[in-house]
């Protein structure tokens, strides 16, 4: 474990997540306390606030303390602010963002980083958020498994989460693209991935956007892929967060997949997010 001088830093879970205190992170922060932040991100995967007051400029501010900001295509509908995506849930609907096992955007050519979600409104109980550790998945594989899948790289696709087919603007509050102009937009990554600044290798295949394995159809990939997509998220992989209102949720978009739990019944949910932008899969 590593030591912090700045941050107190407290463990929710075996596999990955960690509660950082003292930090306010509206009065600003230094240098020094911004490298403790990201030191336990890629310690922990994800990492989460409480008791939070964030404006946009603020919420903008702290994620470009991590890297340049991602404006998610499928969200960006013309709005005065595309950088800040409004996640919002109301009673009655019948869909969520993020309702199945993902990582976020990585149809992208280069996904994002991660991303910094903020807490609004909640509900009493109900629309918890779930964590998977994706190096684990990795790790605890078979060396027969592992050594077929290092050279196997996996088709990503928004086809299944976007797009006026999809018809999901009128079955949930948090809208997105269903214009006549919208094309889906594809990228090829591996299914073992590196992570860019830990060295460590994970597992980067998910269910909102992982289609088949480059070269195969989806008929052929399907047996391989369902089989990595359930491991991936077995639960001693797994941390789960109940959101209070201002809390942040920050995960590192490399080495995990994340579901929003859709279980808040009569309750209204209302949050933010910003994504912060990434590199090529390697």
Not at 114 to 127: M, Q, R, S, T
Not at 189 to 215: A, I
Not at 253 to 276: M, S
Request: net charge negative; with cysteine.
């Amino acid at each position: 474990m590593t030591a912090y001088q700045r941050i107190t830093v407290s463990p929710i879970a075996g596999a990955l997540g960690a509660e950082i205190g003292g930090v306010d992170i509206e009065a600003g922060l230094d240098d020094a306390t911004i490298a403790e932040i990201r030191r336990a991100l890629l310690e922990h995967l994800v990492i989460f606030f409480r008791d939070q007051k964030l404006d946009d400029r603020s919420h903008k501010e702290f994620s470009r303390r991590f890297g340049r900001l991602f404006v998610h295509p499928n969200f960006d509908l013309g709005q005065a602010d595309p950088e800040i995506v409004r996640v919002v849930r109301q009673p009655g609907d019948e869909r969520i963002i993020g309702e199945d096992w993902h990582s976020d955007t990585t149809m992208m050519a280069e996904p994002p980083m991660g991303a910094i979600l903020y807490a609004l409104e909640v509900p009493p109980y109900g629309g918890d958020t779930l964590f998977a550790n994706q190096y684990l998945a990795w790790e605890t594989l078979s060396d027969g498994m592992k050594a077929m899948l290092s050279g196997l790289k996996a088709v990503h696709s928004d086809i299944k989460v976007a797009g006026p087919h999809n018809k999901l603007n009128a079955r949930r509050s948090s809208k997105i693209r269903e214009d006549s102009n919208w094309q889906a937009t594809e990228s090829v990554h591996p299914v073992v991935r590196t992570h860019p600044e830990t060295g460590r290798k994970c597992l980067f295949v998910n269910r909102s956007y992982s289609m088949r394995f480059d070269g195969m159809t989806e008929r052929e990939s399907a047996p391989l892929l369902e089989f990595l997509m359930e491991h991936g998220h077995r639960p001693e992989f797994t941390c789960r967060f109940r959101w209070q209102a201002g809390s942040i949720a920050f995960w590192d978009n490399r080495c995990t997949k994340h579901l929003a739990v859709h279980d808040a019944g009569p309750f209204h949910r209302r949050l933010q997010r910003t994504q912060i932008a990434g590199d090529a899969v390697v």
